[in-house]
């Protein structure tokens, strides 16, 4: 069903409100017979898109409300969450930076509701990955994360004022002979050792490169 605005052949062309044969529906403009400009659309299952269209795909600005009370506001590309985005998840934690196709990408900010701790930095498909800060309540730490662990060089920073250098190790795995594994172990964690103790320094993740071990 649609009523609205139709072009000389007959199109859906400027604004106008349809229910699709699925029972979800759409207000707002149309071009040539597509969704293109801004509209809102709600699907049956609760879910409801508001914001910008180009040729029926989400492209430009616009927020989605994900039926279990997740919620993402920032930018679109061909229907995929692409440029800067903050997305709000359903248990209460936000990320706040940028995405491509439709994950965290680039630089971003992810808020722990639970503990209130964030982490700032890098991500790679959706995941903590190269230089970030982890920031907790009384301390921090500092350094580069890979596939969402901290591993390598790094450095905690109290603020008592004092720091602990040292780096994540990733511990190898024992094989036992007996037994036949069924399934793949999971990947041990890595594990901290301290080298040293200072006062407040300054540091980035690019000098360890010039330190060398």
Known sequence: EYEGDRNSEGQRHGFGKARLPNGDTYEGEYECGLRSGHGTYRFKNGALYTGNYLQNEKHGKGVFFYPDGSKYAGDWVHDQKQGYGEYLYANGDTYTGEWAN???HGQGTYVYKDTGSK?????VNGIQDGPGELIHLNHRFKGRFLNGKPLGHGKFIFD????QHGEYIQPVQEKEEEEEEEEPPLPLEPIWKVSEITKIT????????LLGP
């Open 119 to 123: 982490y700032v930095g890098c991500w």
């Open 102 to 104: 439709n994950k965290r």
């Open 202 to 209: 300054p540091w980035s993740p690019h000098e360890e490169e």
């Open 160 to 163: 008592i004022g004092c720091e």
